[in-house]
């Protein structure tokens, strides 16, 4: 934890070429409100870097590739105020997606980003209740995505896409108040446990017929209670 303090208000901008774990460095720092453009080219590890910034007023911003990414977990859990996150950002070898933007209740709509090497996207989007919008960004060898979308209760649609390894579905849309429909392209085929599910979509009045013809029979009931 490298500088998680509260009493930081300003960080400057300094070299960090050579940093390849910034996991919790800037935890915690609730009273910033900027932060400045820093270089994470050779960082694989950015797991809860900036956890709980949460005054800060836009998302951090890398300058040069964020290619060797492999972990952003928590990375930007509970940043609250923003309305759109930076494109410059680069996941494509980025496999741990736990809990990254939970709470980041301003967001209104989110990038298309290559998340295709993601397998675990637990809660990754919960309590994001700004969202208006989320394009489709597959995620083939994903197998958790429990809560996902948890509590994205503005997000009226949910555009199909690839989660074909996906086998834990538990909560994913639970608490989706303006969901009114599911669309029909959605594959689960692997998937064991939609558990509460949709959960309190309370808009939601027709479901698709034949959504589940999966691999597998030992599937939870509960989806929609």
Do not use: H
């Not at 197998?143 to 994205?152: I, L």
């Not at 997000?155 to 996906?166: E, F, I, K």
């Not at 834990?168 to 303006?178: D, L, R, V």
Request: hydrophobic share 35%; proline share 5%.
């Amino acid at each position: 934890y490298t500088f998680a303090r509260n009493s930081f208000v300003v960080f400057p901008s300094i070299d960090t070429i050579k940093v390849i774990n910034f996991a919790g460095a800037w935890q915690s720092c609730s009273s910033m409100t900027t932060f400045p453009t820093l270089n994470y080219s050779n960082a694989t590890n950015l797991s809860s870097i900036w956890e709980g910034c949460s005054n800060l007023n836009s998302f951090p911003s890398p300058s040069g590739s964020t290619s060797a990414l492999n972990n952003v977990s928590k990375a930007f859990y509970g940043i609250k105020n923003p309305t759109s996150f930076p494109t410059s950002w680069d996941f494509i070898n980025v496999n741990q997606f736990n809990s990254t933007w939970v709470g980041c209740e301003g967001l209104t709509s989110f990038p298309t980003f290559n998340m295709e090497k993601c397998i675990n996207a637990q809660s990754a989007w919960q309590n994001c209740f700004g969202l208006l919008t989320f394009p489709k960004i597959d995620m083939p060898l994903n197998t958790n995505f429990n809560y996902t979308w948890a509590s994205c209760t503005s997000l009226a649609t949910n555009t199909p896409m690839d989660c074909s390894s996906g086998v834990a579905f538990y909560g994913t849309w639970k608490e989706n108040y303006a969901l009114t429909a599911v669309d029909s392209g959605w594959e689960w085929k692997k998937g064991n446990n939609f558990g509460a599910c949709w959960n309190g979509c309370t808009l939601l009045t027709d479901f698709p017929p034949n959504m589940f013809r999966w691999e597998q029979d030992n599937w939870n009931v509960s989806a929609f209670s």
